[in-house]
């Protein structure tokens, strides 16, 4: 009887934490990664810094749960890595963001994150962390921006070409 029942039990599912990635042009990595090195310290800082202020805006709408009901919320705790390449290694700077399943409810408990809100807020703050980004390097570096190819802006400069060179896992996904 052990056996089957080992067999049927599922163990429970909990979810510790979320990955909230938050990426950048590609443009912006060949920057980064073939510039000299004040080039590469003023844009991996712009893009920490776009992280940074997109992370603010959703703690800022952090929701927990209480018996099944959302409550307003405080404290989030999240953890960033900022890696440089793609996994097929591209110059390709971006931050994963791991945010811990737990806030502070207004009662001064710890409840879990309402993960529906954090994924609704998703796109909106990587529109954030990505205005951020490009504020601070037209700024800082006089950059300038142009269309991408598909979407998102581009650095004025860099062709779509040295883009594509640069995008390995794009070429064999196409």
């Given amino acids: ?31 980064a990664l073939l510039g000299d090195a004040a080039t590469r ?13 997109a992370l ?3 703690e800022e709408r952090a929701v927990g749960r209480i018996d099944g009901k959302p409550v307003p919320a405080d404290g989030l705790m999240v953890a960033s890595f900022q890696h440089l390449t793609s996994r097929a290694l591209d110059p390709f ?4 963001n791991v945010v811990m399943n737990t806030v502070t409810a207004p009662d001064g408990s710890h409840r879990s994150l309402w993960s529906r809100c954090l994924y609704q807020d998703a796109h909106a703050a990587s529109a954030l962390a990505t205005a951020e980004m490009r504020h601070q390097l037209s700024g800082q570096l006089d950059v300038r921006w142009r269309p991408g190819r ?3 802006w581009e650095i004025n400069g860099i062709t779509d ?12 996904i196409d």
């Fill in 56 to 58: 603010g805006w959703i």
């Fill in 1 to 31: 009887h052990l056996a089957e029942f080992l067999e049927r039990r599922r163990p429970p599912s909990v979810r510790v934490g979320f990955d909230l990635t938050l990426t950048t042009e590609k443009s912006l990595g060949v920057l």
């Fill in 41 to 53: 310290t003023a844009v991996l800082g712009s893009i920490r810094a776009g992280n940074d202020w």
């Fill in 161 to 172: 070409r040295v883009v594509s060179e640069f995008s390995q896992r794009r070429g064999e």
């Fill in 93 to 96: 700077p971006h931050h994963h």
């Fill in 150 to 152: 598909k979407s998102g």
